[in-house]
């Protein structure tokens, strides 16, 4: 997919092919009842890596967690 950043600028010009990059994501959680009591708790990571696991890693894009 194009970026069309290459336009902007000469020194953007290895930033026109966008990379579809590999994904990942985690979520663990917890409830406690106790009587008429529920508590619940609850996390989740998404997230791209650095470098593919599959296929390359050369084109443009924007690593990152959450």
């Known amino acids: 997919m194009r970026t ?11 930033e026109a092919i966008m990379s579809v990059p590999d994904q990942y994501m985690g979520r663990a959680g917890i409830n406690y009842s106790r009587r008429s009591l529920v508590v619940s708790a609850g996390m989740r990571l998404e997230g791209i890596p650095v470098y593919d696991l599959i296929g390359g890693s050369g084109d443009f894009r924007r690593p990152g967690y959450i």
């Open 4 to 14: 069309y950043r290459e336009l902007v600028s000469a020194t953007l010009a290895n």
